[in-house]
């Protein structure tokens, strides 16, 4: 991963000082490179469409503002959508239902309904699913997710694709499952995989390529041609300055490769999420408090698990750095801690920084994919702001959340009123 530019010891951020962001939005704040998007999305797409017809569905759970979604609408980007909620962003930013794939889990009748009303695409995660489906809205297209037993990810809570996870049919199952959705009479499109989120390492996917590949032949000597093959996501992103990115042209070469050789499917789909938006975002926040205890010191910052929960949540790493003391000698170790009250409330442990003081800028890095989209009301904290930056001007996509909101939806029963 490279850094960030600067001068004079100011981090710039797509050519704006951070801290001139924080100071004009006010902390906490995730901001965006609009630029550093657009390039993510069009090197993913030009990297696998070099090899093969490929169709990129951008899983936007790893961020869902609608401006984000605006801009891979433009680009040309289809959607991997995991619920109704996500689906109806999406056409509100623009998508047209065509270019939408829904892939939930566990998914009830009211969704399946919902979700067929809106004539998009479903991909199938169980074999109750495609019988319900049957009653609802036999002639739907769909695609079938298979669990192909092979996993991937920088977490064992992101690993979909081993067996023992919730998720897609077991791949044994397959060729009767897609026997009796052509039974019951639906418009079979494609077969998908997604094997976990943020591996780096390509021969997973290659595996998962291989296993679907061959299905897909056995699929057609049942009568059904796929038009697609869907890889999933979960191509993994350096967090570590040290870390080098994995060979997106080498996966892209290995994986289209298995396809265009065993198969006659002309299309790819490919669903990242992470790896178009994580490294267009950084997080700033404002160092409120320091605390030394002589055997830890503490930079308190104003953000916490609340905004940004991957480091509590998957002891994720993400790098961290002081925006006006860009480059300076570092001083000490210390743990940066948010404002909630539980111990595993940190976002970065044992960092080395430069003299950290009350009223600093922290510049987390990489927090573009599930940061703001994981983010939560913990402790009664307004949801913070989101800001764009493009072509040196900096917009807010997101403003904060207003306090009535936290108690917008609850109900006093009239008896407890006071
Ligand atoms: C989450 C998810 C993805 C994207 O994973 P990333 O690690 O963000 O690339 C793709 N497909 C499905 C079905 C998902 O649930």
Redesign the pocket.
């Known amino acids: 991963m490279e850094d960030y530019e600067s001068d004079n010891g100011r981090m710039l951020f797509a050519g704006v000082y951070a801290s001139d962001i924080a100071e004009e939005f006010g902390t906490p704040v995730y901001v965006t490179d609009e630029k550093k998007l657009r390039e993510n999305y069009r090197r993913i797409h030009g990297v696998f469409a070099k090899e093969m017809d490929t169709v990129v569905n951008y ?1 936007c ?2 961020n869902s503002n609608l401006a984000i979604l605006r801009i891979l609408e433009e680009e040309g980007s289809h959607i ?1 959508a ?1 619920s109704v909620g996500e689906v109806e962003s999406c056409l509100k930013a623009g998508f047209t239902a065509d270019r939408i794939l829904y ?1 939930g889990v566990n998914v009830s009748n009211e969704e399946l309904k919902a979700v067929s009303e809106l004539d998009v695409m479903i ?1 199938i995660d169980s074999e109750s699913e495609l019988e319900r489906l049957a009653e609802i809205n036999p002639g739907h297209k769909i695609s079938i997710r298979i669990n192909p037993g092979v996993g991937s990810g920088h977490s064992d809570a ?1 690993i ?1 694709g081993k067996r023992g996870t919730k998720f897609g049919i077991p791949s044994e199952r397959a060729i009767d499952v897609y026997a009796r959705a052509n039974d019951l009479g639906f418009d079979i499109r494609g077969i998908h995989a ?1 094997i976990g ?2 591996g780096s390492d390509i021969y997973p996917f290659m595996d998962a390529a291989e296993i679907l590949s061959e299905l897909t032949n056995e699929i057609k000597d049942i009568g059904v041609d796929l038009e697609f093959i869907d890889i ?4 993994g992103v350096p967090y570590k300055m040290n870390e080098d990115p994995m060979s997106l042209e080498e996966l892209a070469i290995e994986v289209t490769d298995i396809i265009k050789m065993q198969t006659d499917v002309e299309t790819l789909y490919i ?5 178009i938006v994580a490294d267009t975002t950084v997080l700033l926040t404002k160092c409120v408090n320091i605390k030394d205890l002589g055997t830890k010191k503490f930079v308190g910052v104003d953000a916490g698990m609340n905004n940004l929960v991957r480091p509590a949540m998957y002891g994720s790493h993400h790098h961290v750095a002081i925006a006006d003391k860009f480059g300076k000698a570092c001083t000490a170790k210390y743990d940066v801690v948010g404002p909630i009250c539980e111990t595993g409330d940190y976002l970065a442990h044992d960092r080395v920084l430069p003299n950290p003081a009350e009223g600093d800028i922290v510049v987390v890095y990489t927090a573009g ?2 940061g703001f989209s994981m983010s939560s009301n913990y402790n009664m904290r307004p949801q913070c702001r989101e800001v764009l930056v493009n072509d040196g001007k900096a917009e807010l996509i997101r403003d904060v959340q207003p306090m009535e909101d936290l108690w917008k939806h609850q109900i006093v029963p009239e008896r407890l009123r006071k």
């Open positions: 899983a759970k790893a991997d995991v892939t991909n992101v979909t997604h989120s943020g999933g996501g979960g191509f669903e990242p999420g992470r790896y994919a599930y």
